[in-house]
């Protein structure tokens, strides 16, 4: 098997169990090195770290998957990893619906699964996971098909980040086709989902225990739900008692979809559907000095790259300033953050400087990660990426 060596400065991360190994943390690459292979990786002093799949063509040349070196990377590796995942999200209580897989956090580096139902959204997003591409699909078979009526799993591997693998985009049915539109039920609101042509894996189940949190302050508000996609926190914010929400989101189909879901939950009279960019309509709306009881901003990752987080912040600044001036005194503002490259005291800043220019007093209400179903690990930081603040503005 090939040897990789680390060089001393990075071998301390990785034996405390960070599994990415960069290309320039390495002594040497081996020429012959190819895509998929399974590795040992060493320490300087030529201590055993740990065994994962490598990719020349990636800056992170090995992803480690095991740390002992009579552990073998094979099916029986994934099923045991597979089945712990899920015996951790039965435990804290998941039922139909919830991220089976989250990764490294799973330790299972570069691996979505989301399940709906009783189908499955998947993403390999390194070559060596999508070498085990049919033995995972395998594997979810023996494990959910006997308690479950349907089976089915659909790849949605149309993730730019594959590219910088050297892989192509792709998505499509890994098992027999199936009906990729399904309702899933979440907090007791229906929410239809379309694995297919819904954002990312169809759904953001990173959301719903977050979604749940503003219950208290919906009892008959105004609430603006801006980057709003499917409606998901419209809804919850409608059945929870509010008495009208504008959802906005820039894509049709989102606008659409969050139209249906509205009619599903019996709640369309509370809530109309606007596509339009909410930078602009922000703007627009402040400048008519609009107000609602509780505004909601829960835009996409503004940056995914280190180098573009100057950018995102002014971004995240613009639509709080805007989206605090939008709140009428005493009312709230609930406000996310999705990009793992802006830390959370990051964020905490660029909300305050928002509020300082706003002439707003925060007061903190609640601040979450994402769900449990999606949990991070310490010693690896990029799997904490979701920031969820309700804040009072006074
Ligand atoms: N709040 C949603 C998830 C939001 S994801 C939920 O709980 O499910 C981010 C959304 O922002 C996507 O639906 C995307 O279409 C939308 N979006 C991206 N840029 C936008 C813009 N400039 N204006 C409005 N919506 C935008």
Redesign the pocket.
């Known amino acids: 098997m090939t040897k990789i060596i680390l060089s001393p400065k990075i071998s301390k991360r990785i034996e405390q169990g960070h599994p990415w190994v960069y290309d320039n943390e390495v002594a040497e690459i081996p020429k012959e090195l190819q895509q998929g292979e399974i590795v040992e990786v060493f320490n300087h002093k030529n201590k055993f770290v740990g065994k994962g799949y490598a990719n020349p063509r990636s800056h992170i040349l090995v992803r480690l998957l095991v740390s002992h070196p009579k552990e073998e990377i094979n099916r029986n590796l994934f099923k045991k990893r597979i089945e712990q995942a899920l015996k951790y999200r039965q435990l804290l209580g998941y039922q139909d619906s919830f991220r089976l897989v989250f990764g490294e956090a799973d330790f299972l580096p570069a691996l979505v699964i989301d399940k709906f139902n009783d189908y499955f959204s998947i993403q390999t997003l390194a070559y060596g996971i999508d070498q085990f591409k049919t033995e995972i699909v395998e594997v979810l078979e023996e494990i959910f098909s006997k308690n479950q009526q349907n089976f089915g799993v659909y790849e949605r591997n149309d993730v730019p980040v594959r590219e910088l693998e050297g892989m192509q985009q792709q998505t499509g049915f890994l098992s027999k086709p199936f009906e990729p539109q399904t309702i899933i039920t979440e907090n007791g609101f229906k929410m239809r989902i379309d694995i297919a042509n819904g954002?990312k894996t169809g759904?953001?189940l990173d959301?719903t225990a977050n979604?749940a949190a503003i219950a208290p302050f919906m009892k008959n508000a105004t609430v603006l739900?801006?980057?709003?996609?499917?409606?998901?926190?419209a809804i919850h914010a409608a059945g929870y008692g509010a008495k009208k929400v504008s959802a906005?989101?820039?894509?049709e189909f989102?606008s659409q979809t969050a139209t249906e879901n509205a009619k599903l939950n019996g709640l369309e009279n509370k809530i109309e559907c606007i596509t339009?960019?909410?930078?602009?309509?922000l703007k627009e709306w402040t400048n008519e000095n609009r107000q609602f009881d509780v505004v909601?901003l829960?835009?996409?990752a503004f940056t995914k790259s280190r180098s573009n987080v100057e950018n995102a912040l002014r971004g995240y600044k613009e639509i709080n300033l805007r989206g605090m001036k939008l709140v009428k005194k005493g009312g709230f503002l609930v406000t996310?953050s999705?990009s793992h490259f802006i830390k959370p005291d990051i964020f905490k800043k660029v909300i305050f400087d928002a509020a300082i220019d706003a002439r707003k007093v925060i007061r903190e209400v609640l601040y979450k990660p994402q769900g449990n179903d999606h949990p991070f690990l310490w010693n690896v930081e990029e799997t904490l990426y979701l920031k969820f603040y309700i804040l009072q503005v006074l």
Do not use: E, K
């Open positions: 954002q759904y953001f959301q979604r739900d801006c980057f709003s996609h499917t409606g998901s926190f906005v989101d820039i894509s989102a339009a960019n909410a930078f602009d309509l909601i829960d835009p996409p996310c999705c």
